[in-house]
């Protein structure tokens, strides 16, 4: 039976039908304990889902849905290293890269946890050797450069990390991360970095992508020219699935990192693709965020689902995507140190829900993934929050917000929470016409002027959002909230009846852009597709 003509999803639907004439100003009124009643405390991190148009019995609506949907035997079928992401054939277990128990993980019958012990074992004395000076350049000088290459998982997640952990970032070494196409970011960085203290970092699971190898193949060379021909040895290590690309490289064997293919490209920081956020900030604080990663899991794994952080979030993505029409979701936190996490959360949410074709094979009749993105605050007030306010575009919001500052100045982050809780009034409360006149009254505002500018300054309100509140931004809680967001799309997966573990739609451009390189490269004499032939005409007359 499609998803649409269930039991729980009819009866959902018919809930919301009734919910629709409630402002969030009349739940608020009608019910003294809503604060108490649609918030939950999990693992340090404060859910307050209370500016969700939703009622208690919406939840206990969606988690009726959730058990219909086999949500339970799907999370233990994904621990216990089931096959779930069919269509690769592989089973998902980036929660294997961070069991910090003795829980022995099955792969076809092998326990995978001996060999990612030993890559972390292996990743740690890379670390201290680079640390220490005893891993040195091929003129014997200690490295003060370390460049990642990669991109996608083998990027986002790393750029993420190292700016949130920022304040633990080893003084003698720079990261920097080259990912793009366009050959800027490398060249911006070879203009900074002494070849012979520089690292260079290959991370890619396939060792197959264009971008990476070509930004590779450049360093490389690049490292030849100025060193000679014996120095990559020494000046690069790399991270993949793929030992012979490894080998084509010339990758010595204790500079390469293995990882495993059921370790999805947008989940693999926790893998050694993480060697450059232990570089950057020490295998300590990397574990650190391992285990805050396994808490969560164990969390995921084990609480009802009406106390799951995860879980809520998913079945509140659902209630907003499905039921209320909200086609997007801006992450906005509230600490600039969490700059790139809404980059990072687009890879992970709309790589793996962007899908619309059902685990068997259908042609999917529901939405399923909304776009996400998001900037932090308050800088995002400055700039789209007009349209989030008084637009026509209707969008779910989740705030993000340590109580204690990633900065010296507690002063300003007390400022950015008053800041981002009034946000969160504003668009659930909205300004209403008594609050505008009230307002303009009291500045003295002529009567003409007031019902001229009523119909502006209204703000409808009635916006959902989240906050997530936590004590303060570290590894641990870092590694919880990732883990959080993806066991939120895991669950949001599942209701839907996707794969959230493939990402065929990104292979066609990759085709074409493969065929077509040539093509730019030396358009005369090739057949050019007409649909294309305007614009080449203009790259060989522009081109310098
Ligand atoms: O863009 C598609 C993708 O396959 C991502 O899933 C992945 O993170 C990225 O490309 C990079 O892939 P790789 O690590 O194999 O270079």
């Not at 009643?37 to 988690?63: H, M, P, V």
């Not at 216990?80 to 829980?103: Q, S, Y």
Request: glycine share 8%; hydrophobic share 40%.
């Amino acid at each position: 039976m499609p998803l649409t003509n269930t039991p729980e999803w009819l009866a959902l639907k018919a809930h919301a039908d009734d919910l629709a004439g409630q402002h969030l100003r009349d739940l608020f009124a009608n019910d003294a304990q809503r604060f108490e009643r649609l918030s939950r405390l999990g693992l340090n991190l404060y859910f307050d889902f209370s500016r969700q148009r939703l009622t208690e019995e919406t939840i206990r609506l969606l988690a009726k849905l959730a058990d219909a949907r086999g949500l339970h035997s799907r999370i233990d079928a994904m621990f216990a290293g089931e096959k779930i992401n069919t269509t690769e054939n592989r089973a998902v277990l980036h929660t294997a890269l961070r069991n910090r128990g003795d829980r022995p993980v099955l792969v076809d019958g092998q326990d995978v946890m001996p060999e990612v012990r030993a890559s972390l074992d292996k990743m740690r004395n890379f670390v201290e050797g680079v640390h220490g000076g005893r891993i040195h350049g091929h003129t014997g000088k200690s490295f003060t450069d370390i460049v990642n290459i990669g991109i996608g998982g083998s990027d986002l997640g790393i750029v993420m990390a190292t700016e949130a952990l920022a304040k633990y970032r080893n003084r003698n070494l720079r990261l920097h991360c080259i990912s793009n196409i366009d050959g800027v970011q490398l060249g911006d960085v070879l203009e900074q970095v002494d070849p012979a203290r520089t690292l260079f970092v290959v991370c890619s699971k396939t060792f197959t992508t264009l971008e990476t190898l070509t930004n590779a193949n450049i360093a490389r060379q690049w490292i030849v020219d100025r060193l000679g021909q014996g120095a990559p040895a020494r000046h690069f290590a790399a991270v993949s699935t793929n030992s012979k690309a490894m080998d084509a490289f010339l990758i010595p064997p204790q500079n390469r990192f293995t990882m495993w293919d059921w370790v999805g490209g947008r989940y693999s920081l926790w893998s050694a693709v993480g060697l450059s956020i232990a570089l950057a900030l020490g295998m300590d604080q990397f574990e650190l965020i391992l285990e805050g990663g396994h808490e969560m899991d164990e969390h995921f794994r084990t609480a009802p689902f009406d106390k799951n952080l995860p879980v809520l979030m998913g079945l509140i993505g659902i209630w907003n995507r499905n039921f209320l029409g909200l086609n997007s979701l801006a992450v906005l936190p509230y600490d600039q140190r969490l700059h790139r996490f809404p980059a990072y959360l687009q890879q992970l949410d709309m790589e793996s829900n962007g899908k619309r074709t059902t685990l068997d094979g259908q042609q999917i009749e529901w939405d399923t993934g909304a776009v996400l993105w998001g900037e932090p605050g308050s800088n995002a007030q400055h700039s789209f929050f007009q349209l989030l306010h008084q637009g026509t575009a209707r969008v779910a919001l989740d705030f993000l917000v340590p109580v204690n500052a990633s900065s010296p100045y507690q002063q300003q982050q007390n400022l950015a929470l008053a800041n981002c809780f009034a946000q969160a009034q504003a668009f659930a409360f909205g300004q209403t016409e008594a609050q505008v006149r009230a307002d303009l009254a009291a500045k003295n505002t002529p009567e003409a002027d007031i019902a001229r500018l009523i119909p502006h300054k209204l703000h409808p309100g009635n916006r959902p959002s989240s906050i997530i509140l936590f004590p303060r931004l570290g590894p641990k809680t870092l590694g919880r909230l990732i883990a959080l967001y993806e066991h939120k799309v895991f669950t949001q997966s599942v209701i839907w009846g996707i794969n959230a573990f493939d990402q065929w739609g990104v292979e066609l451009g990759k085709k074409l852009a493969d065929s077509l390189a040539p093509v730019i490269e030396n358009p005369a004499g090739t057949q050019i597709d007409a649909s294309l032939c305007g614009l080449m005409d203009h790259v060989v007359k522009w081109r310098g």
